[in-house]
């Protein structure tokens, strides 16, 4: 896999990029005091962390040079006001106001990795927002009761995925959803183990594991992030609060032919799983649309991978999501058919492993209507595709998630946007909820 050590390191040190600013960021006009000036600070700082030159994506892989840097930013932010800073057994990061042993903490943040060539805003505009949002509170100095709770701002590790294949590591390990011995499995595509790559970036990978005490002293997890769809952009709101994240599962269709000759093998006598493949990606199509779901097939390993060979092995990776359990399996199930009657045409033999699942989370109401409280009562409560740390920490703790607008809904790309004013109304209407929590 591509790493970012060397773009990440670099960039990260030797100041911006040459050229202009690019599309995705925000721009750097200073507004007022308090939380929405901070901000555009510290997003200017973490911008260049990461960036790739010529894509202008991002390439904050887990355990590399990008993260180390996302990390020692995480690290400052945190030392530079004050709070008090940790690294947990699955090295999250944590950066505290009030006592953290005291329990009923009110807990804020997201994660600094991306996706590769990933957009600025899935993740780094949660936990940058979080910072601001305190900023905020204390701005409001004064006028604010003390707070009652502990406050906590978090970065999740290895969120993506990218590295090792599987999403949500640090908070599925902290949830008990992920054992040591499954994480000690995890490989990246140069054969580096997840332990191994932990190791080299300074953590222990002997200590991770489920936390349950540290999760029993939240009282609620509240994870504000860019929206990767438009439906804020067209129900003309700035934020919105989500209801649910649907079920999503990914599954990895191995289809085994027979490696030959492009030149010399005659079309009747090949057994050819790239066209069994092809058949079984227009078929996800279909069935996706027929159900009102999504499937996609967005990652394919080829062996050979030769122009002139014909493959013995095409590997390809279904991402399928719908708002409800029955759909996704009935559209799981037809695709997996589909390629099963296809193969026996094509001469193939077929393989299906579910690599992973996540079931449909239901935020927790009480908290959700809480926030809706503290908002004023008209914001959008809205569903998503998309799979979150809150998703997986909800199983242990109340948990609710913001959306800041997206006016493309392009999300895991360059061209993932969020306008500065929407992002100076996700850090004031963080900070209310947060006031709303943690000062009353
Ligand atoms: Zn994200």
Redo the contacts with the bound molecule.
Sequence with gaps: MTRSDGTGAGEAHGGSAPGARPATSAPAAVRGGGGPASFHAMWDELRPIGRHADSGGYRRFAWTGADADCRAWFRAQAESRGLAYEVDRNGNQWAWLGDPLAGDAVVTG??LDSVPDGGAF??PLGVVSSFAALDELRARGAALTPLTRPLAITNFGD??GARFGLACVGSRLAAGQLTKEKAYELRDADGTTLPQAMERAGYDPDAIGADPERLARIGAFVEL?VEQGRALDLSGDRVGIASAIWPHGRWRFDFHGEANHAGTTRLVDRRDPMLTYAATVLAARQEAALAGAVATFGKIAVEPNGVNAIPSLVRGWLDSRAADQATLDTVVTAVEKAAREQAGRDGIDLDVVRESFTPVVEFEHALRDELNRILGGAVPVLGTG?G?DAGILSAAVPTAMLFVRNPTGVSHSPREFAAEDDCTAGVLALADVLEGLACR
């Design positions: 997201s994660h899935d993740g969120e993506e992030h998309a979150h």
